[in-house]
């Protein structure tokens, strides 16, 4: 199983990305799939989650509004779509799978995609 993290820049506060999560050898339809980030000096920390086997999703406090991620089935691809981008979103972003609820210790992780926000 691969996982594929995509999507990552440079953006200016206020920016707008998209992050791409692609699997191999595993189908999301059968997961949770959720989303981490690091920022430099400071612990990983859950972005945000979907329940492929109900659409469900969570979101961190920080980025409730701005954030939305999203499965297309078709694809085997999670997105996680960032608006209002803030300098203190800027870390290493990770997407995990494997396990069928919204979690930590997922079997499979992406080898992450760097986002810097900055002017």
């Keep these: 199983v691969q996982l594929q993290a995509s999507g990552g820049g440079l953006v200016h506060p206020g920016g707008s990305l998209r992050l791409s999560c692609a699997a191999s050898g ?19 920390e859950g972005v945000s989650c979907i ?34 981008l803030k300098p203190e979103d ?9 396990l069928t609820y919204c979690g930590t210790d997922y079997k499979y992780w992406g080898q992450g995609t760097l986002v810097t926000v900055s002017s």
């Design 26 to 44: 595993l189908t999301f339809a059968y997961y949770a799939i959720g989303w981490f980030r690091q920022a430099p000096g400071k612990e990983r």
């Design 51 to 84: 329940v492929s086997s109900d659409g469900s999703t969570d979101y961190t406090d920080s980025v409730k509004g701005r954030f939305n991620i999203s499965l297309d089935d078709s694809k085997n691809r999670v997105y996680l779509q960032m608006n209002s």
């Design 90 to 98: 800027t870390a290493v972003y990770y997407c995990a799978t494997g």
